[in-house]
Structure formats: C-alpha cells, structure tokens
C-alpha cells in the first residue's frame, strides 16, 4: 500500500494521468459523446477550469487533490448527465402545461450535478487529508 501512495505522489506521474485523463475524455466529449448534453456542455466550457487548479496543484507538488479533482471531473459529468436526464424525464411526466414542459427541457439539471459531485470529491480529499495528517502528528508525539 505504501508503494502505490508513494507512486501516486510522484508529480511527474500524476501529471501524465491527469493530463491523459483531461485529454483522452475531452477526444471523446468532442467526438463519440458531442449530442450528450452534460459531456457536450463540460467540453465547451473547458470542464469549468478544473484543469487549471489541476494544474496549480500539481506545481506545488500536491497530487492528491489534483488527483481527486480529475476523477471528480469524470465521474459528475457522467452522474450529471444519467441523473440530469433522469430528472428531466421525471419532471417531464408531472409537467400540466406548454410552458412548463419548455421549462423543464431548457433546465437540464446536470451540470448543477457536475459541480457538486466536483466538491464532494475535494469534500473527501479534504476529510482524508486532516485524518492523515492527525495520525502522522500523534505518531511523531508518541515516538
């Protein structure tokens, strides 16, 4: 275990996965998924920037955050668009009247879905940050 946390520190390494993960998903959101609604718009707004804080955490030798941002990236642009379309189709069968129906179909609720999926995985890194950090300090105190 401590080998793969060592590996995933090394910022040369975490560069070429977030790199390769940015790149490879922006190929695929500009060519197989450009009529998905949530992937299209996260393309087009260049993922909101997260690369850039990817990026800025990267400099300063912080993988693990760089780390969860990306993967946090991927995982809410597919949750938004599945939940988001889900939500639509509900909203859709409880719909009275034309202008409620526009409404519902021009709101699509997934990037509101990309965003907070985006913090609950800087939420986690975060949580996960403070425990180790408490544990490594009560080990430097009892040795």
């Known amino acids: 275990m401590t080998k793969i ?3 995933m520190n090394d910022r040369r390494a975490a560069f070429f996965v977030c790199a390769a993960v ?3 998903f922006g190929f695929v959101s500009r060519t197989a998924l450009k009529d998905v609604y949530t992937v299209e718009w996260a393309a087009h707004n260049l993922y909101g920037y997260t690369w850039v804080t990817v990026l800025a955490f990267l400099i300063f030798d912080n993988p693990l955050p760089a780390y969860f941002i990306t993967f946090g990236n991927v995982v809410g642009t597919v949750v938004g668009e599945f939940l988001g379309n889900f939500i639509v189709k509900q909203n859709l069968s409880h ?3 034309n202008g409620e129906i526009y409404f519902i179909t021009n709101n699509h609720p ?3 879905i990309w965003g907070v999926t985006i913090f609950i995985f800087i939420a986690v890194d975060v949580a996960i940050s403070i425990t180790f950090s408490t544990r490594k300090k009560r080990a430097l105190k009892s040795s």
């Open 5 to 7: 946390l060592r590996k």
């Open 95 to 97: 719909a009275a009247g």
């Open 22 to 24: 940015y790149l490879v």
């Open 110 to 112: 997934g990037q509101l």
